[in-house]
């Protein structure tokens, strides 16, 4: 009996401490109020187009709390809500370079039931340099490097075991998609870090060739074009057709119903919505609407690369047409949303100036051409222009060089491209220009460059 009592009466105690631990707890949450955490990295140091999430700890009225979150300087952006704990905020345009920014959040009532946040959330970020990412082969290797532009040396981020043919970085500068022939005479697609030595296969391709991939870029799909192997070794390949890997859920489908479509080099409009590919075997270029389910065809058979203007609405492409005065390479232009489309350049040229490389700024008035420097010169030259007014400057035309490729870094600004000397022993080089610059700056050799922001 008195070893009943004992037991009661350590169960009475052991239930009162609890409830006292209890109300303490809610004493001290209530005290406390609501608390929010952050994904930015200890270092403040983020990616030009970091989304920025923060966490409460507990749910919050979404209104309320999205009326204390501020970012200084002011950046295009907007909040978005991914349940009632957690928002973000997705920069539009990319955060800028050497510049410090704050992001606050102030402190007031953020729920319904009024509770608070009473402690003030304040940090501080800069955004990182941009890397540059290319190829380098040679009788050893055919690997993926990348180097900074402070003259520290490059860095590999693929081994020698496998050997690269193309590849994409993705807009946040993140990862890199490339492309590796396979054992069974295929081509797969690969995935490696910013950080590299940690390359993966991504989809593993058989006997078909999955090449020129293409990373949208809100970074949630690749497009890239697609050969099926024929019944046999012995047979050919089948014609290309453009595909859609979905990074997240693992689809991977084509991207037409209609087998008849076929497709090479795709290319995202900015906002990830719109795609287009060239038809070799049509001589046109496909583009579909992936919002709307709407297909649009425009004339084209240079195969050469496509523009789109930064708000997704307009296209820059060439075309080859017989005029008056005999072949004539063009660039048309292309109004989307107006249903409207115009030669910019070339129906009137005295002579083929083999208009190709064409890229545009995220920046609306600036956009660059290469073409050939002179009726009987086989180099090309690079002339940044507004395409609104066809008024612009040359800015590579070193003599015995060719230029193409063109990259613009995701401000606007400096331009990564592919330049080679005409004369003496093939050597592919990288070459940088930015305001300022009267020629070229030589960074190192290498193939295919791109920004790896």
Same mark, same amino acid.
Request: hydrophobic share 40%; proline share 7%.
């Given at each position: 009996?008195?070893?009943?009592?004992? +037991?009661?009466?350590?169960?009475? @105690?052991?239930?009162?401490?609890?409830?006292?631990?209890?109300?303490?707890?809610?004493?001290?949450?209530?005290?406390?109020?609501?608390?929010?955490?952050?994904?930015?990295?200890?270092?403040?140091?983020?990616?030009?187009?970091?989304?920025?999430?923060?966490?409460?700890?507990?749910?919050?009225?979404?209104?309320?709390?999205?009326?204390?979150?501020?970012?200084?300087?002011?950046?295009?952006?907007?909040?978005?809500?991914?349940?009632?704990?957690?928002?973000?905020?997705?920069?539009?345009?990319?955060?800028?370079?050497?510049?410090?920014?704050?992001?606050?959040?102030?402190?007031?009532?953020?729920?319904?039931?009024?509770?608070? *946040?009473?402690?003030?959330?304040?940090?501080?970020?800069?955004?990182?340099?941009? *890397?540059?990412?290319?190829?380098?082969?040679?009788?050893?290797?055919?690997?993926?490097?990348?180097? %900074?532009?402070?003259?520290?040396?490059?860095?590999?981020?693929? %081994?020698?075991?496998?050997?690269?043919?193309?590849? !994409?970085?993705?807009?946040?500068?993140?990862?890199?998609?490339?492309?590796?022939?396979?054992?069974?005479?295929?081509?797969? +697609?690969?995935?490696?870090?910013?950080?590299?030595?940690?390359?993966?296969?991504? +989809?593993?391709?058989?006997? !078909?060739?999955?090449?020129?991939?293409?990373?949208?870029?809100?970074?949630?799909?690749?497009?890239?074009?697609?050969?099926?192997?024929?019944?046999?070794?012995?047979?050919?390949?089948?014609?290309?057709?453009?595909?859609?890997?979905? +990074?997240?859920?693992?689809?991977?489908?084509?991207?037409?119903?209609?087998?008849?479509?076929?497709?090479?080099?795709?290319?995202?409009?900015?906002?990830?919505?719109?795609?287009?590919?060239?038809?070799?075997?049509?001589?046109?270029?496909?583009?579909?609407?992936?919002?709307?389910?709407?297909?649009?065809?425009?004339?084209?058979?240079?195969?050469?690369?496509?523009?789109?203007?930064?708000? @997704?609405?307009?296209? *820059?492409?060439?075309?080859?047409?017989?005029?008056?005065?005999?072949?004539?390479?063009?660039?048309?232009?292309? %109004?989307?949303?107006?249903?409207?489309?115009?030669?910019?350049?070339?129906?009137? %040229?005295?002579?083929?100036?083999?208009?190709?490389?064409?890229?545009?700024?995220?920046?609306?008035?600036?956009?660059?051409?290469?073409?050939?420097?002179?009726?009987?010169?086989? @180099?090309?030259?690079?002339?940044?222009?507004?395409?609104?007014?066809?008024?612009?400057?040359?800015?590579?035309?070193?003599?015995?060089?060719?230029?193409?490729?063109?990259?613009?870094?995701?401000?606007?600004?400096?331009?990564?491209?592919?330049?080679?000397?005409?004369?003496?022993?093939?050597?592919?080089?990288?070459?940088?220009?930015?305001?300022?610059?009267?020629?070229?700056?030589?960074?190192?050799?290498?193939?295919?460059?791109?920004?790896?922001?």
């Amino acid at each position: 009996m008195k070893f009943r009592w004992n +037991l009661d009466t350590a169960a009475g @105690s052991i239930l009162g401490f609890l409830a006292v631990l209890v109300s303490l707890v809610v004493l001290f949450g209530a005290y406390a109020g609501v608390r929010v955490s952050t994904n930015l990295p200890g270092d403040g140091v983020i990616a030009p187009f970091q989304t920025i999430k923060l966490t409460f700890s507990e749910a919050v009225d979404f209104e309320m709390a999205s009326s204390l979150i501020s970012v200084d300087p002011v950046l295009d952006g907007y909040l978005e809500w991914i349940d009632a704990r957690t928002v973000q905020f997705v920069p539009i345009r990319p955060f800028e370079l050497d510049t410090v920014y704050k992001m606050t959040l102030n402190p007031d009532v953020v729920t319904a039931a009024g509770r608070e *946040l009473k402690k003030g959330y304040v940090r501080e970020f800069t955004v990182r340099d941009p *890397l540059v990412v290319y190829l380098v082969t040679d009788a050893e290797q055919s690997s993926l490097w990348v180097m %900074d532009l402070k003259k520290n040396p490059p860095r590999r981020l693929t %081994d020698e075991s496998t050997k690269v043919i193309s590849f !994409d970085a993705a807009r946040t500068g993140e990862f890199i998609i490339f492309t590796a022939a396979n054992t069974q005479g295929g081509v797969d +697609l690969w995935r490696v870090s910013r950080a590299g030595n940690d390359a993966s296969l991504l +989809l593993d391709c058989g006997r !078909d060739r999955c090449t020129t991939p293409v990373i949208s870029p809100d970074t949630l799909r690749i497009a890239y074009s697609r050969e099926a192997s024929g019944p046999t070794p012995d047979l050919p390949f089948g014609s290309p057709r453009i595909w859609l890997l979905d +990074l997240q859920g693992g689809r991977n489908d084509p991207l037409y119903e209609d087998q008849q479509i076929l497709g090479y080099n795709p290319a995202w409009s900015p906002d990830s919505n719109r795609l287009a590919s060239f038809d070799g075997l049509t001589d046109r270029i496909n583009m579909i609407d992936l919002k709307q389910k709407k297909q649009y065809v425009f004339e084209s058979n240079t195969g050469g690369p496509i523009a789109w203007s930064p708000d @997704s609405n307009q296209m *820059l492409f060439t075309n080859v047409e017989q005029t008056e005065n005999g072949l004539r390479t063009q660039v048309r232009f292309v %109004d989307i949303a107006l249903n409207e489309s115009q030669t910019l350049l070339g129906a009137n %040229d005295d002579s083929d100036y083999s208009y190709y490389s064409l890229a545009w700024s995220p920046l609306e008035q600036k956009a660059l051409l290469g073409f050939r420097a002179g009726k009987d010169e086989p @180099s090309q030259i690079l002339w940044l222009f507004n395409p609104a007014m066809l008024e612009g400057i040359v800015i590579a035309n070193q003599k015995d060089y060719t230029y193409n490729s063109p990259q613009w870094d995701p401000w606007g600004n400096a331009i990564l491209f592919q330049q080679f000397k005409l004369r003496g022993v093939f050597n592919p080089e990288i070459g940088l220009w930015q305001p300022g610059f009267s020629e070229p700056l030589l960074l190192n050799q290498g193939l295919m460059p791109q920004w790896l922001p």
